[in-house]
């Protein structure tokens, strides 16, 4: 049976946010079978539980941030939380408590590799009960001018990303990216992928309260012309991988992992998201799958998803 997986004990780590510039405390803990991914803002009172489903991002500006009416009625958020999905989604973590005294999940070193490696330091636990898929069964498509995603059958997992900013720096890189995780290792090929921005938009992101905590340390940033960290980029291609690793983390957000093909060009958070709205409002277009012996199923995540 393919099972569904959680973390061997508790982790935590200690960053700021990308955005809010602030001191963030994060906390993983160990959740049982069928519960799923559940933020929790812990410095509330009382706290207030964010389950991770795509009804519950509420605002898309820069990142994915999930929203609940806390008991008081007030409206309890957590940015940025793409990163950290996108690590659960390549380890095949289904289940997950998710602490966090601040607004934001802290950003570390902009990539989901930090994620990667603090869940792995604990260790995976199998549990006794059978991992639910998503299947996708007819193609789904949202559009916002030239840009567009598309979710479309396949019996794995699989995406095709496109980019194109018009910009020196990334018009030399790769543009395009297809990743097939029949064969690739997420840890390996996509995990190390940086977000990135553009010095340009500093000032006015900041005048909206964004991009606080952006610094070299933990984002690609370039001038009108070149890359600005010193050591350049971690592999050639990171601007649409990092682009992967994010669509990856906001298609976790449906809550359970999908086994489709995405095609996508110039989407962002908020047509991701979108994208996964239109599949469950159409019955039609998807079931749900589980696997009672490994041999029927999908070759999928095997380098990430073997037995801890």
């Not at 966090?100 to 989901?112: M, R």
């Amino acid at each position: 049976m393919m099972r569904q997986r959680t973390i061997r004990s508790i982790v935590r780590t200690v960053g700021v946010g990308l955005h809010s510039g602030e001191r963030v405390e994060l906390v993983l803990r160990p959740a049982p079978a069928d519960t799923g991914i559940v933020f929790s803002r812990t410095d509330l009172d009382p706290p207030v539980s964010i389950a991770a489903r795509a009804d519950s991002v509420n605002d898309t500006r820069m990142a994915s941030t999930l929203s609940a009416v806390g008991p008081g009625g007030g409206d309890a958020r957590i940015a940025t939380v793409e990163h950290l999905m996108s690590a659960l989604a390549g380890l095949g973590i289904d289940n997950l408590f998710v602490d966090v005294d601040a607004a934001e999940i802290p950003i570390l070193d902009g990539s989901s590799a930090s994620f990667v490696y603090l869940i792995r330091s604990v260790g995976i636990a199998e549990q006794a009960a059978p991992k639910r898929f998503i299947r996708v069964l007819r193609p789904i498509e949202v559009r916002d001018g030239d840009k567009f995603a598309r979710l479309e059958p396949h019996f794995g997992f699989r995406l095709d990303f496109s980019i194109s900013f018009g910009h020196p720096a990334i018009d030399a890189t790769g543009q395009r990216i297809e990743v097939d995780f029949a064969h690739i290792s997420y840890a390996k090929e996509v995990a190390r992928a940086r977000t990135f921005g553009f010095m340009r938009d500093v000032e006015a992101l900041r005048s909206h309260g964004l991009a606080k905590g952006g610094n070299l340390g933990n984002a690609i940033v370039m001038d009108e012309y070149r890359v600005l960290n010193d050591e350049g980029l971690r592999v050639d291609d990171e601007f649409a991988m990092h682009k992967v690793l994010d669509a990856i983390g906001d298609l976790y957000l449906i809550g359970h992992p999908l086994l489709a093909s995405y095609v996508a060009h110039k989407s962002g958070h908020a047509l991701n998201n979108l994208l996964l709205r239109e599949l469950l409002a159409h019955a039609d277009a998807w079931e749900w799958a589980s696997f009672s012996h490994l041999g029927e199923a999908p070759k999928l995540f095997e380098l990430d998803w073997s037995p801890a």
